[in-house]
């Protein structure tokens, strides 16, 4: 069966530290990945997305992934976190077949001053 | 524009009462899509519909019904609500490219079933 997994359930992390998400997938073939990330209370917003070229994609506010398509895997990164990166933090995947978008269970990260 | 829109924000019924929650969006995309959030569960697919009059199941179809009558507009519907449905429901719409489409998220619905 198709799925999405995010490795950390919580994490837990300083400001100006820096953030690394693990996201993996078991799809085989060609697929559009996607970070999303929901502040308290709010809706998913898209932080970025990668369907073809460069595998290194920017994003909103500072954050970047990167897809090895031989690991399956498109981990998000972002070199020093603010306080108000505090949310959660959903990795999505689309296969080329399909419509509809699965998600990873998410990932609740928290920056403390 | 909008975006993508939801209403009510927020509901509280009893078991067994019905209710349908509304989604809009100007954007004139095709897909449009319905979503369960639950904690530790992240989002789960519902019912989902490909165009106008058009509706497929998804991962969790059971107890909801969808239409989608207008290109603009797709509703869920609970015929009979049950505890288990006790959820955060967003819907999103996209339009296809050749080599993907963007998903756009509403601002959801929490619902509550006593």
Known sequence: ?113 | NAGVTQTPKFRVLKTGQSMTLLCAQDMNHEYMYWYRQDPGMGLRLIHYSVGEGTTAKGEVPDGYNVSRLKKQNFLLGLESAAPSQTSVYFCASSYTTLIGDTQYFGPGTRLTVL
């Open chain 1, 1 to 113: 069966a198709q799925s999405v997994s995010q490795h950390n359930h919580h994490v837990i992390l300083s400001e100006a530290a820096s953030l690394e998400l693990g996201c993996n997938y078991s799809y085989g073939g060609t697929v559009n990945l996607f970070w999303y990330v929901q502040y308290p209370g709010q809706h998913l917003q898209l932080l970025l997305k990668y369907f073809s070229g460069d595998p290194l994609v920017k994003g909103i506010k500072g954050f970047e992934a990167e897809f090895i398509k031989s690991k399956f895997s498109f981990n998000l990164r972002k070199p020093s976190v603010q306080w108000s990166d505090t949310a959660e933090y959903f990795c999505a995947v689309r296969g080329n077949s399909g419509y509809a978008l699965n998600f990873g269970k998410g990932t609740s990260l928290l920056v403390t001053p």
